[in-house]
């Protein structure tokens, strides 16, 4: 699909580059946050249920933990570039939530923050930056896919992005196709048998059961998606 402004056609992949450039800035986040507030205290009894079933029942809570904290820092990181504010959460996330979780997301961003450095935010350059930031998570965690984790979710995700990036595929569709591989990662784990964390121990038992982990990144994914949408789909 072209998309024109004038006399000009302006191609997907330019229209966000432009996109990037004017819009998509660190000012997003007290938006991208209280959109991942929403979709896990919306979903917490759900996931709650999830992580007792095979996990220590706690995920959501220390994950809320984090996210409060977030919340309390999004003007700040708003005024941020991009770099630095994936290195506050990252640090953020890893006091505030604590445990596994902390650990793994808060190794997300640092890495994330790390990639960034000197790089213009295009969807190529995201790709990488994201791609770069899963590798640090399955380093920091000793797992791959298919262990019934938030990588069952994360690595399909970041494939995708990167694939879409050499494709130069729309925009919209990008975001339909992260959405669309997050929750089929997500759904996956159903199946698998858990050889990470308390789930491990519980052998076959553990099949049946969605990860909590796997359920909370496709939720937060699936609510990042929807903003980015919206703001970048949207005519100015």
């Known amino acids: 699909m072209i998309r024109k402004t004038g006399e000009l056609d302006i191609t997907p ?10 819009h998509l800035t660190p000012a997003l986040l007290p938006r991208l946050i209280q ?8 979903s917490a009894e759900e996931v709650t249920a999830l992580d007792q079933a095979i996990g220590d029942g706690d995920h ?5 933990r984090g996210i409060k904290a977030l919340t309390v ?11 630095t504010a994936w290195q506050k959460i ?12 902390g650990s793994l997301y808060g190794t997300l961003f640092v890495a994330m923050s790390k990639a960034a450095r000197d790089r213009s935010l295009d969807l190529q350059s995201f790709a990488e930056i994201f791609s770069s930031g899963v590798e640090a998570v399955k380093q920091r965690g000793k797992a791959d896919a298919g262990e019934k984790t938030m990588l069952d979710v994360l690595i ?3 494939a995708s992005l990167r694939q879409d990036a050499a494709e ?14 997050a929750v089929t990662g997500m759904e996956s784990t159903r199946d698998m048998l858990a050889t990470k964390g308390r789930a491990s121990f519980l052998g076959e038992r553990s099949r049946g059961h969605i990860d909590a982990g796997a359920k909370t990144s496709q939720l937060m994914i699936c609510a990042l998606v929807d903003v980015l949408a919206e703001h970048l789909t949207t005519p100015s």
């Not at 820092?73 to 770099?83: I, K, P, V």
């Open 13 to 22: 992949e330019y229209y966000f580059e432009k996109e990037d450039a004017m």
């Open 35 to 42: 959109a991942i507030d929403h979709a896990i205290e919306t």
């Open 60 to 64: 959501v809570t220390n994950l809320q």
């Open 73 to 83: 820092q999004a003007d700040e990181l708003a005024r941020l570039d991009w770099m």
């Open 90 to 101: 990252g640090m953020t996330l890893m006091t505030a939530v604590g445990g596994a979780s």
């Open 156 to 158: 399909p995700v970041a």
């Open 168 to 181: 130069s595929v729309a925009i919209a569709d990008v975001l339909k196709n992260v959405s669309r591989t």
